[in-house]
């Protein structure tokens, strides 16, 4: 495997195209290189991986536009992402900045343009894409998040470099090790034929960074947590054992309390609706800048041996929806899939639970915010939510599924505590969401 590391880089390196120049740091050294490298290397494709905040999207965008610049106007170029406004947010538009008058768009015909050559921009965000790119021969592409494109269409996108000397660069975080990307290119990168060269950055090749903000953002995840490995460390690693494997029931750990605040300020309830399965809901609350499971409601139709109506679960839903003896108006937060129920949420006779919101259900990224919110301090779950507690210690990941390249937990019918961690992830999702905007998350 093709594998640069800072040690292996030592020689002083400087690198100045029209509009720009990579800034002559120590710690820079593996960025340059790999710019370098791009720019006259021999391989086909420069694959950077790594941590959050590591410098791999700025580099690969510079290198790019160098290379770009390089390039013969007629010969045909792409940047792919996963949506056209992925792409926008993390490479055009400081690219636009960055470049100044030698960037240019037409973003209704699909089109970008750097030292004036024209760049047709693509989304990639699911397997019908690749019919966007079939048949077309490209001369380079850049690839931004690369690890979320269809398999189908990373390797259309291959097929497509057919000029002599074409080549792609593309950046991505680690993923699971049996991701395709990962079985495809960083398995077989010491195939010559395969003539991939692989880069791996931390946020200690950033110079930029302060140390302060290394720490924050390593407060962020829960140490050993999946998300600490891939986003901290820049590994790709699979899932293991439990997903919250920092979570602790012990109220001297700081994730239950024995108390709650008097006052909160705004409620949430995160429902995961079940008719054969369990049906779960919880209430949160917000106070003073952290968020607390206050309430939560849990009916398992086979261990109770009776079947609620809809009517009955939004009677539930209503019945918690009540602090201090007085009802609250929550965002009351159900899967998308469950229309009907939505509905009859949004008619219902109690006006305290109106405001009715199909919810992000979103696995990883709501696994990743109830990490996250444990982590920084910003969620807490009252002792006497026994299910939420339950939920939280007992869930693990599935292992088949990360055989598979799938970051998927254990999910079952009765007496599995996936049911009322749903509804908690549908929580935490909007939880987050709120902390953000008010900055302080």
């Given at each position: 495997m093709t594998m640069t590391t800072s040690a292996e880089v030592s020689q002083p390196l400087s690198m100045s195209y029209d509009g720009w120049k990579m800034p002559h740091h120590p710690v820079m050294q593996?960025?340059?290189?790999?710019?370098?490298?791009?720019?006259?290397?021999?391989?086909?494709?420069?694959?950077?991986?790594?941590?959050?905040?590591s410098g791999k999207t700025v580099t690969s965008a510079q290198a790019w536009a160098a290379f770009v610049e390089r390039t013969p106007k007629h010969y045909p170029l792409a940047m792919i992402g996963k949506t056209e406004r992925t792409l926008e947010a993390n490479v055009l538009d400081p690219l636009a900045e960055f470049l100044g008058s030698k960037y240019s768009e037409n973003r209704g015909r699909g089109i970008v343009y750097l030292y004036d050559r024209k760049i047709r921009i693509y989304g990639a965000n699911d397997s019908k894409s690749e019919s966007k790119i079939r048949g077309k021969t490209l001369y380079a592409w850049y690839g931004d998040e690369v690890t979320t494109w269809p398999e189908s269409f990373f390797m259309m996108a291959l097929s497509r470099l057919r000029i002599p000397g074409a080549k792609a660069i593309m950046t991505m975080n680690p993923e699971n090790p049996n991701h395709w990307f990962h079985r495809q290119i960083v398995e077989r990168a010491d195939d010559?034929?395969?003539?991939?060269?692989?880069?791996?950055?931390?946020m200690e090749d950033n110079p930029h960074l302060s140390d302060e903000y290394k720490a924050w953002i390593k407060s962020m995840y829960a140490p050993g947590t999946i998300w600490y490995r891939r986003w901290v460390e820049g590994l790709w690693v699979a899932a293991e054992g439990r997903v919250f494997q920092f979570f602790d029931p012990d109220p001297s750990a700081g994730y239950v309390v024995s108390t709650l605040p008097d006052h909160f300020t705004m409620y949430l309830v995160g429902a995961d609706y079940g008719t054969a399965n369990p049906f779960a809901a919880t209430l949160w609350g917000l106070?003073?800048?952290?968020?607390?499971?206050?309430?939560?409601?849990y009916w398992d139709s086979v261990i109770q041996r009776k079947q609620k109506t809809n009517p009955e679960y939004i009677e539930d839903i209503a019945r918690i929806c009540?602090?201090?003896?007085?009802?609250?108006?929550?965002?009351?937060?159900?899967?998308?899939?469950?229309?009907?129920?939505?509905?009859?949420?949004?008619?219902?006779?109690?006006?305290?639970?109106?405001?009715?919101?199909?919810?992000?259900?979103?696995?990883?990224?709501?696994?990743?915010?109830?990490?996250?919110?444990?982590?920084?301090?910003?969620?807490?779950?009252?002792?006497?939510?026994?299910?939420?507690?339950?939920?939280?210690?007992?869930?693990?990941?599935?292992?088949?599924?990360q055989q598979q390249g799938?970051?998927?937990?254990?999910?079952?019918?009765?007496?599995?505590?996936?049911?009322?961690?749903?509804?908690?992830?549908?929580?935490?999702?909007?939880a987050a969401k709120q902390l953000r905007q008010m900055r302080i998350l």
């Open positions: 593996k960025h340059r290189q790999m710019a370098f490298d791009f720019l006259d290397g021999d391989h086909k494709l420069y694959a950077l991986w790594g941590s959050v905040s010559p034929g395969i003539r991939a060269k692989l880069y791996h950055f931390t106070s003073g800048g952290v968020w607390y499971i206050i309430r939560e409601f009540y602090w201090n003896g007085s009802p609250v108006a929550a965002k009351i937060l159900v899967p998308p899939e469950e229309a009907g129920f939505i509905r009859e949420l949004k008619q219902s006779p109690y006006q305290h639970i109106s405001h009715v919101r199909a919810a992000d259900n979103s696995i990883m990224p709501g696994l990743e915010d109830i990490s996250t919110l444990f982590a920084t301090g910003k969620l807490k779950v009252y002792e006497k939510c026994e299910k939420t507690i339950w939920g939280f210690n007992d869930l693990l990941w599935d292992e088949k599924k799938i970051d998927m937990y254990m999910k079952g019918g009765s007496g599995s505590p996936d049911h009322i961690c749903d509804g908690n992830r549908y929580a935490a999702r909007e």
